[in-house]
């Protein structure tokens, strides 16, 4: 991982310190930049600083924060305290991993839009691990390079194009209603008749219900009140894996063989695949029997199956990651987006009279709707932006045949966030990385009005960056 994939390969870090050329007119706001009087001109740019020269806490300082004052399981605070100490770049050391962290939206952007045809991801390590422990193949979240982008060029068809994502909206509006009637539950079961009280597990469950539903094409009882024992156990899997996987992050390699995480890590992932696998061996049964009588198959794993153009192990392991992208992703966004309409009651009164106009009471909303309804999707791209799942980025340290140290920065991995009342531990991908929206967050310039602020959207219009 000594560069950037696709054209030619060049340090990339020094690319990042240089002073940057004057924003366009669309740019995002920034901090003010410094800039040179005509003798510093004359003298000639000015010398790159290198990875080792960027400020930030040794070893010491690190076990402290991360073992003494409890910022292990609460990383995402020690990433905007690290903001603030150091500036908007900084490295870091955790566990096996030394990082160059970004807490700048401005410097973020310049680095995305440095990507190459194959764009360097974090390297997946821990997953990977299991996956050459345990012979298993790679997905699109461990898979790198051309085969990563062959990966990419299959799933992609049937999940990201949005003429291709309306098939599925039948299946999403199936699941939406099973949520509301768990909600109504709930309330009803509350002493006070109208809490809900763990809205973030119960948007999780519908998140994962959702994807399941899309991938598999069955449903796995997420959302009943008596959830099944294997889908139980999937669930408890995939809080288990993330979980140990801080630890097998932080701790030396050593302690795998001494401390029970390691084999809790290993055995947590293979309930996670043997339960895909199930599931995906019975659609193919299923298959095999629509097409000997003739019926027309349909659904996304019917059309990863009957395309060819992956193997089964190639289904097996893709189809396991995909089900992990897709559940705190979606669920975060819907936990942010109630946390923000729930603090400014004037957007939200303006989102439900649009929905009213748009939608009749007798009638389910469809995907032909949506374009008519601006506020919403000014509410969803507004709630991505401050409070996104995905929102962080980890450059690793590469040592090239020079004696100076590069770095080489992959583009946004998975942070795994939550609402300020709900600690969250961030996957392995986002270890030691800081929000790259932590700089932007005291100066909020769109719908939600920050603390003491008087800055609101103007309800019924969508600012033009937004559609």
């Known amino acids: 991982m000594a560069g950037w994939s696709g054209g030619a390969r060049r340090p990339l870090l020094p690319l990042l310190l ?29 010398r790159l600083k290198g990875p080792e020269e960027l400020p930030g806490p040794g070893l010491l300082r690190t076990f402290v924060w ?61 997953w990977k691990e299991h996956r050459d422990t345990r012979r298993l193949p790679y997905g699109p979240f461990t898979e790198e390079g051309e ?65 399941s539903y899309i991938l598999f094409e069955t449903r796995i009882g997420c959302l009943k009140q008596q959830v099944p024992a294997e889908t139980q156990r999937f669930i408890d899997s995939i809080n288990l894996m993330f979980k140990n996987s801080i630890f097998a992050t932080v701790l030396p390699r050593w302690s795998r063989k001494v401390l029970p995480f390691w084999d809790r890590y290993l055995d947590s992932w293979d309930t996670i695949f043997a339960f895909g696998k199930t599931l995906i061996d019975r659609k193919m049964e299923e298959l095999e029997g629509q097409v000997e009588r003739g019926k027309e198959v349909s659904g996304y794993l019917s059309y990863l199956l009957a395309s060819g153009r992956l193997s089964l192990d190639e289904v097996y392991g893709s189809v396991a990651e995909l089900l992990l ?25 303006t989102l439900y009279q649009e ?8 009638r389910f909303p469809g995907a032909e709707d949506i374009p008519k309804m601006p506020m919403l999707r000014a509410v969803i791209k507004e709630t991505l932006r401050p409070s996104s799942s995905w929102r962080t980025t980890r450059c690793l340290m590469t040592r090239p045949t020079s004696p100076s140290l590069s770095g080489s920065c ?44 008087s800055r609101h959207l103007r309800c019924g219009q969508t600012p033009a960056a937004w559609r």
């Open 325 to 349: 992208a897709g559940v705190d992703t979606t669920s975060n966004t819907l936990s942010w987006a109630l946390y923000h309409l729930s603090r400014d009651p004037g957007i939200q009164e």
């Open 66 to 126: 991360l073992f003494l004052r409890g910022y292990l399981l609460h990383t995402h605070r020690l990433q905007l305290m690290s903001r603030r100490i150091y500036g908007p770049i900084w490295k870091s050391t955790f566990g096996h991993y030394e990082n160059i962290n970004i807490g700048s939206p401005v410097v973020l952007e310049q680095l995305l839009r440095q990507e190459g045809k194959y764009p360097m991801r974090s390297d997946m390590a821990l």
């Open 355 to 362: 929905l009213k106009a748009v939608v009749p009471a007798d």
């Open 18 to 46: 240089r002073p940057r050329p004057p924003p366009p007119p669309r740019s995002i706001p920034g901090p003010p930049r410094r800039t040179g009087g005509s003798a510093a001109t004359a003298a000639g740019p000015a």
């Open 147 to 211: 085969r990563w982008y062959r990966l990419r060029q299959v799933l992609n068809k049937r999940l990201l194009k949005p003429s291709e994502a309306v098939l599925y909206a039948d299946a999403i509006g199936e699941v939406v209603s099973d949520l509301m009637l768990r909600l109504r539950d709930e309330r009803s079961r509350s002493p006070s008749g109208v809490l809900v009280g763990d809205v973030a597990n119960l948007l999780y469950r519908f998140a994962l219900e959702g994807i």
């Open 410 to 453: 992959p583009s946004a991995g998975s942070g795994a966030t939550a609402p300020p009342t709900t600690p969250s531990a961030p996957s392995p991908s986002a270890m030691g990385s800081v929000p790259a929206s932590a700089a932007a967050l005291p100066s909020w310039r769109c719908t939600w009005p920050s603390p003491g602020s």
